[in-house]
């Protein structure tokens, strides 16, 4: 297959492609304008949150507008990589919902986003098997079935296909690392479960690759073989990542002080972290107030209250750096 | 955690715990050391060479999965024990060759023998490898045992530490 088949014409590739560096482009913007509200306002923001979302959008906007190195399936590999993997995850650490809420003004903005990151339906794509499904089900479905050859004849179907895995992506980092507030915590267990199996999928997938191309293409077996090797091992970087994500997220709770007659953060009643600190209540507060209660938490004085909104600050015993 | 408001407990270490944690740690571990010397460093063994059934690919990408999560897990959960000072060092020594032991002979049986997943090493006859592989991994195995019996026996001994 000649690099003319991976790329058809100038027309629908290059304008889907532009459009999503355009939007994550847009997005760093405005993730580095809120920022710097919360810093004029004189709220804590760590500055790694900036650094690796702001790393996320230049690598979707990289992978969306160069050509990756090597070969065309290895070329293929590489973008997905970065852009159904890598770039979600640096996304969703950089907490985009969570500045969001703390950045916008009061108004119908501000209280639709809560509003949908709490809906139902919403709720149901977060649930982290339902995640990786529409996740690796898409990529399965376009590797295992007629859909990658269809995708260098359609460039329309080739942008929906790769809005689709930047989507999924983000979707299935999201609900696994729930590190943004949403409808229900989900437990460690089934999140761990979700990316286990997740894993396990992209694992057979990358090795399927290697003996077998997908449907209807015929790239070379030495561009088939790194491909699917780099497919493999590179998913087992992004995967090792976001385990540490979940265990770092465990290990800060664990034996943290407790409430009276619960066992731990984790027992706490859901929705709880909304009731503790509104989070339109950002008003600057008199110093006193503000080390009397956080003392009266056990926190270190000398910290803002609205540092540790949304998240389980007060309990974990940890410095706050929500 | 420095925490003024919490009460200063005594440290009381977990043996069980202990054990079974570094036994986490050990097996993956072992499928780690397996991965990278025999598949990368040796290339004994191949990426895939088409002749692995489909169930024996699912469960190679399950293990490898669940090998990369067991150590990171097994990595966090020590610390945890380090830091609340619950770490029972005898059963973890145990623990670790239970752990690298019980992988090996499991990797030796069920992957290379039953779900034939590979071999050893190709192009030679398989059973001095085999062999060596699957005594290799008792010998750790029963190393881990001892260690965890007498482990248990002294802290009978000694129980209040």
């Known amino acids: 297959m000649t690099p003319e088949h991976i790329h058809p014409g100038p027309a629908w590739h290059d304008l889907a492609g532009w459009c999503v560096t355009a939007g994550a482009l847009l997005a760093c913007a405005a993730y580095l304008l809120a920022a710097r509200r919360l810093g004029r306002r004189g709220d804590a923001w760590p500055w790694p949150r900036d650094a690796v979302f702001t790393t996320g959008c230049l690598a979707v906007a990289w992978a969306m507008t160069a050509e990756p190195p090597g070969g065309p399936f290895t070329s293929h590999v590489t973008r997905h990589l970065v852009v159904g993997m890598a770039a979600p995850l640096l996304l969703v650490l950089g907490r985009p919902l969570t500045l969001a809420l703390r950045a916008l003004p009061p108004g119908p903005l501000r209280r639709a986003l809560p509003a949908a990151a709490h809906a139902r339906p919403v709720a149901v794509l977060l649930l982290p098997p339902v995640a990786a499904v529409v996740d690796l089900g898409g990529l399965w479905l376009l590797h295992r079935t007629g859909l990658f050859a269809a995708t260098h004849r359609q460039p329309l179907l080739n942008a929906v296909t790769q809005a689709h895995v930047l989507a999924a992506g983000l979707l299935f980092t999201f609900a696994v690392c729930q590190l943004d507030p949403v409808r229900r915590r989900r437990s460690l267990a ?133 | 955690m420095n925490d003024p408001e919490r009460p200063l407990r005594r440290p009381r270490p977990e043996p069980r715990r202990s054990l079974a944690v570094c036994a986490l740690i050990g097996a993956a571990l072992m499928a780690a050391v397996d991965e990278i010397v025999f598949h990368q460093l040796l290339a004994w063994h191949h990426f895939y060479d088409r002749s692995t059934t489909d169930i024996g690919l699912l469960s190679d990408g399950l293990l490898h999965t669940a090998e990369l999560l067991a150590l990171v897990a097994g990595f966090f959960l020590y610390a945890d024990l380090r830091r609340r000072r619950a770490l029972a060092a005898a059963h973890a020594r145990a623990g670790l060759f239970i752990g690298l032991g019980a992988f090996q002979l499991f990797d030796g049986v069920v992957d290379h023998k039953l779900l034939r997943l590979h071999q050893i090493r190709y192009g030679t006859d398989v059973t001095p490898y085999d062999w060596a592989w699957n005594l290799g991994g008792l010998a750790l195995l029963l190393i881990g045992c001892t260690l965890a019996l007498r482990a248990a026996r002294r802290s009978r001994a000694e129980p209040t530490t």
């Open chain 1, 190 to 322: 089934l999140r761990g479960s979700a990316l286990l199996a997740a894993g396990a999928a992209h694992a057979v997938l990358a090795k399927g690759l290697y003996g077998a191309p997908p449907p209807g293409t015929d790239f070379t077996a030495a561009d088939l073989r790194t491909g699917a090797q780099l497919m493999y091992y590179g998913g087992d970087l992004v995967e090792i990542a976001l385990a540490v994500t979940l265990a770092v997220q465990w290990y800060a709770r664990r034996h943290a002080p407790r409430p009276t007659g619960r066992r731990g953060p984790e027992h706490r009643p859901p929705g709880h972290a909304h009731r503790r600190a509104r989070p339109g209540s950002h008003r600057v507060r008199p110093v006193q107030a503000q080390e009397g209660r956080l003392r009266a938490c056990g926190h270190p004085p000398g910290r803002r209250l609205s540092d540790r909104w949304p998240a389980e600050g007060c309990r974990t015993g940890r410095p706050c750096s929500v």
